[in-house]
């Protein structure tokens, strides 16, 4: 079974820069593409990065592209998401995705 937990969220200031963190345990990291998604209050769930399983390959949502960046170690089982210039419509719970495993997700709240 696939676990996911995330961790690094929290309150910026716009402008400003936080990196999340999800790790993976469970299964062999390296046989799953990672994405990382969020969800507003009362809005639905959006896609905002993933990464291949090599890392090779990124692909982003237009509304971070440019100041988000996906990672990952594979050594460490970890993907990153790495958010500068972060904006107030980025408050969200940003939730990290393998397959059909998620993370409980992580508070990101971006004050203007």
């Known amino acids: 079974q696939v676990q996911l937990v995330e961790s690094g969220g929290g309150l910026v200031q716009a402008g400003g820069s936080l990196r999340l963190s999800c790790v993976f345990s469970g299964r062999t990291f390296t046989t799953y593409a990672m994405a990382w998604f969020r969800q507003a209050p009362g809005k639905e769930r959006e896609f905002v990065a993933t990464i291949s399983r090599t890392g090779g390959s990124t692909t982003y949502a237009d509304s971070v592209k440019g100041r988000f960046t996906i990672s990952r170690d594979n050594d460490k089982n970890t993907v990153y998401l790495q958010m500068n210039n972060l904006k107030p419509e980025d408050t969200a719970v940003y939730s990290c995705?393998?397959?059909?495993?998620w993370g409980q997700g992580t508070q990101v709240t971006v004050s203007s």
């Open positions: 995705a393998a397959a059909s495993y």
